[in-house]
Structure formats: C-alpha cells, structure tokens
C-alpha cells in the first residue's frame, strides 16, 4: 500500500469519526431538548392542577424513627394522587413526636398508619383548617342512583319556588365528597351489598356550609357528578323554569289587554276582555 492510499485511508477514517461525533451531537441534543420540553409540560400541569401541601419524609426513616422538624418536611401534591391517610401540616402538631412503625422513603408522603400506637384517624382530620363538613341529604335521583363516591366533585344544583315561579340556579360548583352516607370509603356498601345512601356529606367553606343549609330550608337540592379532573366553571345565573324548558312565561291567564269601550266613554275607562260592563241606569 502506497503512502497516498494510507493517507487517503487516513482522511477517510477521520471524516467517518467526525460525521459519527456530529451526529451523536445532534442526536443528544434533541434528545435533550425534547426532554427538557416535556418536564416543561409536566411542571406547567403541575402548577395548573389542584394539589394539596402533605407532611413528607425529609430522607429516607428507618422504622422507629421520630416525626420532627428534622424528619419531615412539606411538599405539595397534587390532590388526585394523595392518600386520603396522609397527615397534613394542619394536623402536624398532632402528630410531632411520634415514632414511625414503618419505614418511609424520601420525599413520600407521611401516613397515619404508619405510625406507631396510633389510633386510626377521625373523620374530622380529612379536613383542612378552615373547612367545614356539612351533611345533606339527597334522593335517588339526586344522588345519581348511588353512583357518587367520596373523593367525587360535584355541582351542588338548587330549585326554588318563589311565589307562582320556580327557579333553578348552580349554588357550588368542584365541591368534594367526603362521604355518602356513613362511609367515608369508596368500597362503601350497604348491608345488601348495594351502594346506597340518602346523604352526603361535602368539603365547603364555612360561608357555603351556610348556603348549603339555607338551600336546604327553602328549596330542591341536587347533585350532578363531575368527570374527574373536571374543574371547569359552569354558569350560575338564576334561571326562571320555565323559561329553561323553553315554556311561555306569561302570566296574563288568557285575558286580552284590548280596551272595549261601553257608552261611548273615553278609552281610559274601557275594560279589558274578560271583565263585565258596568250596569248602566236607565
């Protein structure tokens, strides 16, 4: 092999080296790239969706561990992938100083259970600070044949009659389920084994928890299910019954507004159709 085929061999080995380098290149940056547009997109649906702040291990505890400000941090999950038995930093003070009976990993959620000697929780610790749990109750229709499940948002719908008119508004809209009936689970059953239940109880603020009760007293409660993650406003406007089906909403009985007129007497003083002339002397 001549010198001019070696360093022609030479030339060639390097141009193939070097187009493998620019297209590994190429290829770690998109591959970067598109891995840095998807984290994106995880984060920005992150902070769009609803989440809730829970007690998480700082690092990995060991079984016989203490709950402490050194051991526990708070993070912010969000709501459709918490436990419903995990402790949050309303409920921290409750739980301070409690040994753990299970191991837990870094950054997961703290749960009830996992602690040592401790009772199963009551129901009031599913609920923030500030939160109310109201019970209403529901018929068969209004409880969408038992198909409601605690953890479920719900529109909270409400019919009023007002005098001759009934009325049909939204008065709470993403409003959680905390319960159906007596059970705060979503296997709860019945004796006969069917779900079934007359009320519900909700997640409300204090001032709704209100509303929720004065519905209650004057008018029809109903609760329409929602998709899950379903968080979409629907309009509130009160809405006259009638009107909604698309029916007349007049109130004239039938009686033409049409003046006849008796004894030639001004048009102020006819009578509407319907009305008897005034007896007239002879």
């Known amino acids: 092999m001549t010198s001019t085929d070696m360093l022609n061999k030479t ?50 505890l060991a079984g016989g561990a203490t709950l ?43 749960l009830w259970a ?7 929780p009551t129901f009031s610790t599913r609920l923030q600070s500030g939160q109310r749990a109201v019970t209403v109750p529901v018929d068969e229709i209004s409880s969408l044949s038992g198909m409601v499940v605690p953890g479920d948002l719900i529109d909270i719908v409400v019919s009023v009659r007002d005098g ?3 009325y049909t508004f939204t008065l709470l809209q993403r409003v959680r389920v905390l319960a159906t009936g ?3 689970n979503v296997d709860a059953r019945d004796t006969d084994g069917r779900p079934g239940f007359t009320t519900i109880t909700l997640d409300t603020a204090p001032d709704d928890a ?32 009638r009107s909604l089906l698309g029916l007349p909403t007049g109130h004239d009985n039938g009686v033409s507004s049409v003046p006849v007129i008796y004894g030639g007497g001004p048009i102020t003083e006819g009578l509407t159709l319907g009305q008897r002339a005034p007896a007239t002397e002879d």
């Open 68 to 110: 402490s400000p050194d051991t526990v941090a708070v993070r912010e999950v969000p709501r459709a992938w918490a436990h419903s038995g995990a402790i949050t930093p309303d409920q921290y003070s409750r739980a301070e100083g409690s040994v753990l009976a299970h191991p837990a990993n870094a950054g997961e959620p703290i």
């Open 182 to 184: 007596s059970k705060a």
């Open 114 to 120: 996992q602690l040592e000697g401790r009772r199963a």
């Open 210 to 241: 209100k509303r929720v009760i004065a519905a209650r007293e004057i008018g029809h409660v109903t609760a329409l299910l929602r998709a899950p993650g379903d968080v979409a406003a629907v309009s509130d406007a009160i809405t006259e019954a």
């Open 11 to 60: 030339r060639k080995n390097w141009l193939i080296l070097v187009l493998s380098l620019v297209l590994g290149a190429a290829a770690a940056f998109g591959a970067s790239r598109y891995l840095s547009q998807r984290m994106a997109e995880i984060e920005a649906r992150g902070k769009d969706s609803d989440t809730v702040r829970l007690l998480v291990a700082k690092t990995n």
């Open 164 to 166: 001759k008119r009934n």
